[in-house]
């Protein structure tokens, strides 16, 4: 079907909804030898503009190529695909103090020599369905209720993402309060649970809370953000191996800001209690960077770098539960490309480079060097698997790599990218018999109608 008769179709569909069907009746239905009134004409044009004005059809097409290489870490045999993920969405706000949406997604893997799991694949979906009533944009009162996308601070706790190519999608109540000098974000509900073979649903028994705050106006140029977040979560397994439930609390501050001469840094700290099954949870996170900006060097380069550390469990059946629990935060780090690890267990060093060699290009390079926190605990994937243990390791340097991605903004509506991300094995590595390395590279196209 023609975009032009998919949107019309939707337009109309929402007219007879909000209209109960009346208007289609008293416009359409006339006898043969009767005339429309005088007044018809303006009627129908007032309904348009109507439309026009309260409905907006949104629509986005993303397609990307892949091409890993490293029988250790690639997820399937096949070492050419394309990822595609296409999203169809209608807003509706009949008035400055409401706003509905709804918006579908289908995310698809061609070309896959096995079968593709649901980090990557779940055709045809609900992925937002929600109400927003307050004031939309600027300072005020404003609540979110239904499924929607969620970007809390960082991201690195709670975000959707945006480079897999499902994303995370979350049925919440989030309510926001804006003001001239602060904002605050206080959720409520779950995350679903991605099925490729039915519609998406809750994760059954896992809920999660956040009240997260930003002050922007206590230190000058920079933003003060302390939040409490909260999970709770059924039939985890302790190192004992009892089965139990888990209740974690998160509590952390994030500190973002620029100086003169083109410098910014972040810095956010994160310590996580409560309970896991028969345990007690003692678990810490890191996170801090830096740039510089040449603003009157050709190509504007800043030069930026980050280390990020998670804790690991010792893996002494002690009572206590230390392997960091990252939420739901980006399976694709900040500045990251391959994203073959997530913050868990980990310490990561970051140094690059991004540059602007031509108008709507922009060029990033990077090093990053990985190391385990503790060999007790495991190396997790991306999406928080364990994918490697070896205890008996007498090495935690898991391998380093070097990044490179180049986006270039044709238009407003089109932006093409590329890049390619290695991965050569450590000592851990090479002591878990996982010596291949590993070589990602892609090239993406999106596209917003």
Known sequence: MKAQQLTALLVTGMAVHFFG???YAQSTVTTPDSKLPADAAPAAKSLTDYLKRTIKVTAAVRVRWEGPEGSNFTITPSDSYTLSRIRLGIAYQPASWVRLFAETQDSRAEFYKSVPNNTIVDPFDLRQSYVELGKIEGNGLKIR??????AIGSGRLVTSGDWSNITKSFDVLHGYVTTASMKMDVIAGSVLLV??????????????????????????????????????AMNVKGKDGKLGDADTIYGGARLAG????????????????????????QAFGYATGAGWTFAKAPWHPRLNSDYVWASGSDNRKDGHHQSFDYLYG????????????????????????????????????????????????????????????????????????????????????????????????????????????????????????
């Not at 209720?145 to 969620?150: K, N, S, V």
């Not at 620029?258 to 949870?281: M, N, Q």
């Open 145 to 150: 209720t239904g499924r929607q996308d969620l």
């Open 258 to 281: 620029k100086l003169p001469a083109g410098f910014d840094y972040t810095a956010e700290a994160v310590r996580e209690g409560g309970s896991y099954s028969d345990e007690t949870v």
């Open 21 to 23: 069907g009346s208007v």
């Open 330 to 449: 980006t399976q694709q780090p900040p500045n990251g490309l391959t994203g073959l690890f997530c913050w868990r267990n980990i310490e990561a060093l970051r140094a690059g480079v991004e540059t602007a060699p031509i108008k709507n290009l922009t060029v990033a390079v990077s090093y990053r060097d990985y190391w385990l926190a503790t060999t007790q605990d495991s190396l997790y994937s991306g999406t928080g698997v364990a994918t490697v243990t070896n205890v008996k390791a007498t090495s935690n340097h898991v391998g380093e790599g070097v990044e490179s991605m180049w986006t270039w903004k044709a238009n407003s509506k089109t932006t093409v990218g590329a890049g390619i991300g290695t991965l050569t094995p450590g000592s851990y590595l090479k002591q878990s018999n996982k010596t291949t390395g590993f070589l990602y590279p892609y090239i993406v196209f999106t596209r917003v109608l």
């Open 195 to 232: 099925d490729p073979t039915r519609m998406d649903r809750n994760k059954p028994g896992e809920h999660f809370y956040v009240a997260y705050a930003a002050f922007g106006k206590l230190i000058p140029q920079a933003s003060i953000e302390p939040y409490v977040m909260a999970k709770t």
